[in-house]
């Protein structure tokens, strides 16, 4: 797992999602020349939107070939498939109905149209999980190629907002979904952030992925993100908990970095 989060600061938050946008076609691009195709986890929340808007206005976006981009969500709101709260729906306004993707490739959590309760579409989406992970390992003709496939797709990289009382995902302080350690998706009830019922992937499943992008703006995220930095335990402070395996990048603005320790800080304008 990596070390130490890297910290970089922006402006504000207009130039932050700007700034996330570039870096992630880089990243595609980059993770598509190594392996074919690239698989991202996206977020909702105002950044993680804002964010994939500023993905859509870029003028490099075509340098990505859509077609051959995995799109997953870190969780999603366990209400009608059209339902304008659905981060899948908020995220096909801002970016995926203006590109060409491959409608094979998104892999969202199912609705309450398709379910009864969250608990069976964390389920079904455990299972979208472990068939594209299955079907990974049976296209993996290299010599290292484990015997058997893993519960979780290769994962490039995690988009995560983080709230003000520190929940990734939906993960919230103190509830079980945080405390969970071996299923990949979880389904969460009595959330503090209506709507209540709601789909998450789980910190193990989380800390697969080579590379976490914690993408936060507002002064009302300052203390979490302080916590989260300082090391606070994961169950009190979610955001504390996501390691990328690789990299871990917190791409916050000014109002969000207050109390960031400063031995972490990195102030530019795009990052490395």
């Known amino acids: 797992m990596s070390g130490d989060p890297r910290v970089s600061i922006h402006p504000d938050s207009s130039v932050l999602m700007a700034a996330i946008a570039a870096r992630l076609i880089t990243k595609l691009v980059d993770i598509q020349d190594k392996y074919g195709e690239a698989t991202v986890v996206l977020t909702g929340g105002t950044v993680g939107i804002g964010t994939l808007k500023a993905v859509a206005d870029s003028p490099a976006a075509p340098a990505v070939d859509w077609s051959k981009v995995n799109f997953w969500w870190g969780d999603e709101r366990f209400v009608g498939s059209a339902d304008p709260e659905r981060n899948t729906k908020q ?65 490039d990289v995690v988009l995560l907002g983080v709230g003000p009382d520190a929940h990734i995902a939906s993960l919230f302080p103190e509830q079980g979904g945080v405390r969970e350690k071996e299923r990949t998706v979880v389904g969460v009830r009595n959330s503090p952030k209506p709507p209540p019922l709601r789909v998450s992937l789980t910190l193990p499943a989380i800390n697969t992925a080579a590379e976490v992008w914690m993408v936060v703006a507002g002064e009302d995220k300052a203390g979490a993100v302080g916590l989260a930095l300082a090391g606070a335990n994961p169950v009190q402070v979610p955001a504390s908990g996501p390691r990328g395996t690789s990299r871990t990048l917190w791409l916050i603005d000014e109002n969000a970095a207050s109390r960031v320790p400063e031995q972490l800080v990195r102030k530019d304008a795009a990052g490395a």
């Open 91 to 155: 995220a096909f306004d801002a970016l995926l109905s203006h590109i060409p993707v491959d409608p094979q490739r998104i892999h969202s959590p199912g609705s309450a149209d398709d379910f009864e309760t969250p608990e069976e579409a964390a389920e079904d989406y455990a299972r979208q999980l472990r068939d594209a992970a299955a079907a990974e390992h049976a296209a993996d003709m290299s010599d290292d190629r484990p015997e058997e496939p893993s519960s979780l797709p290769r994962l």
